[in-house]
């Protein structure tokens, strides 16, 4: 059977490397990253993303600022906290949680973001810098930046193989792909459109797969020995007796782990890297915003 990448534990490691980095930065250089969190509404989801991102940021010693507001907040209202969040110098981080309610302009929003302080990475200035190579200068998106490292950790090197990126979002397919192009992988992107996906799949030493349908992919779609990331976040019908639905990917894991030489679980897989990234990612917009040296990444 595959190995299970445990992402919870890579996470839970990488969460205290990023406390001992915050502590240095105090130690030595008197700064305390700080990370600005901006939710508009009352988003279920939102709202629980939002408070146990504000937990683990004070739990790895930074500053955390929360702003909630009303869902009837406007536009210019929104974009007015933006440039106060760029303009203070004790905010390193910016994230405003998507999605924001719909007479609001969320692109707006996000390039008002000092591309600096982009911790997401969702700004043209960043998405710019990582589809030409600059690592050096982007802030990366956290989830495809989370499967990297899980990556990386595993098979070390990742020159030469071969990376199929099964779905084509801004926030996660397309950053993979380009991480992975830049780590020197032959990649490729299939998506809704891809004519026969299962044999594109099949021909894979890496498949990181984001299209959010629940275990599309099969056993037979997974070359024997292959890496398979799966960011699928999914939620079944609960069972009789269950109050909630379980949470599973967009890999049949069960079958996949037969074929596969390695496979993340869902939960405890790339769902945890998430937040832990985000948190190294404010401990380099910090380092940078210093002209302090920063800790190495993937
Ligand atoms: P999205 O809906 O924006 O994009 C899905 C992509 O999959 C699209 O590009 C689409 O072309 C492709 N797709 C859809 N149906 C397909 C099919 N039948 N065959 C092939 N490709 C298909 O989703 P997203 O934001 O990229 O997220 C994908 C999944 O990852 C979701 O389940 C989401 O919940 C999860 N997710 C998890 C995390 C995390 O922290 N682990 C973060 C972001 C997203």
């Known amino acids: 059977d595959a190995t ?3 992402g919870k534990g890579f996470a839970a490691d990488l969460r205290s490397g990023v406390a001992q980095q915050v502590q240095a930065l105090k130690d030595q250089h008197g700064i305390t990253p700080g990370l600005a969190v901006v939710l508009v509404g009352e988003n279920p989801a939102s709202q629980v993303y939002v408070r146990s991102k504000a937990k683990k940021t004070v739990e790895v010693g930074m500053e955390s600022f929360h702003h909630h507001l009303d869902a009837n907040t406007s536009e210019h209202e929104l974009l007015d906290l933006v440039q106060q969040l760029n303009d203070d110098e004790r905010v390193h981080g910016i994230l405003v949680q998507l999605p924001l309610p719909d007479h609001i302009d969320e692109d707006k929003v996000i390039h008002t973001i000092d591309p600096q302080k982009d911790v997401d990475g969702f700004h043209l200035m960043n998405v710019g810098r990582l589809a030409t190579g600059d690592l050096d200068n982007a802030m990366v998106p956290c989830t495809p930046l989370g499967c990297l490292m899980l990556l990386k950790d595993q098979l070390g090197d990742l020159s030469g193989k071969k990376a199929v990126v099964a779905g084509r979002s801004n ?4 950053p993979m792909a380009h991480l992975l192009l830049a780590n020197n992988c032959t990649t490729e992107i299939v998506h809704s459109r891809t004519r026969d996906i299962a044999a594109e799949c099949r021909d894979a030493d890496i498949l990181v797969v984001a299209v959010g349908k629940t275990r599309m992919v099969r056993g037979d779609w997974i070359k024997p020995g292959a890496t398979v990331i799966d960011v699928g976040i999914n939620r079944l019908d609960p069972e009789p007796g269950e109050e909630k639905g379980k949470l599973v990917g967009d890999v049949a894991f069960d079958e996949a782990k037969q074929v596969a030489g390695a496979i993340t679980p869902v939960p405890g897989g790339v769902g945890p890297m998430t937040i832990a990234v ?16 920063e800790p190495a990444r993937s």
């Open 4 to 6: 299970i990448i445990d």
């Open 278 to 293: 985000l948190l190294a990612n404010t401990v380099t917009a910090t380092c940078r915003q210093h002209n302090v040296a």
């Open 171 to 174: 926030i996660v397919g397309k």
